[in-house]
Nanobody, 115 residues
Framework: QVQLVESGGGLVQAGGSLRLSCEAS????????MAWYRQNPGKQQELVAT???????NYADSVKGRFAISRDNAKNTVYLQMNSLKPEDTAVYYC?????????WGQGTQVTVSS
């Protein structure tokens, strides 16, 4: 059974930083494409960042240069380092693990950026 548990969300002032963690069980993160998505009520879900099994990373234009996705294979955990946060980064952030035939989600963690 796949479990993805996010943590690290919270309230931060604009310009601040947060690091989100996604601890995985039931899968090996380095064998999957791992991603962070975010969503606000009434808005479309947005793909924020991905890291492939080969270690390639990709980012939404809105977060390029500010966010960084990484993984720690020993801890089977994926991170999202978020710097220079803006009020428009406020959302629930979800961890996702994908490989052909399986798409798994965490429960989400709230990030709120005050102006």
């Amino acid at each position: 059974q796949v479990q993805l548990v996010e943590s690290g969300g919270g309230l931060v002032q604009a310009g601040g930083s947060l690091r989100l963690s996604c601890e995985a069980s039931g899968i090996i993160v380095s064998y999957n494409t791992m991603a962070w998505y975010r969503q606000n009520p009434g808005k479309q879900q947005e793909l924020v960042a991905t890291i492939t099994s080969g270690g390639n990373t990709n980012y939404a234009d809105s977060v390029k240069g500010r966010f960084a996705i990484s993984r720690d294979n020993a801890k089977n955990t994926v991170y999202l380092q978020m710097n220079s946060l803006k009020p428009e980064d406020t959302a629930v952030y979800y961890c996702n693990a994908w490989k052909p035939g399986r798409n798994s989600w965490g429960q989400g963690t709230q990030v709120t950026v005050s102006s």
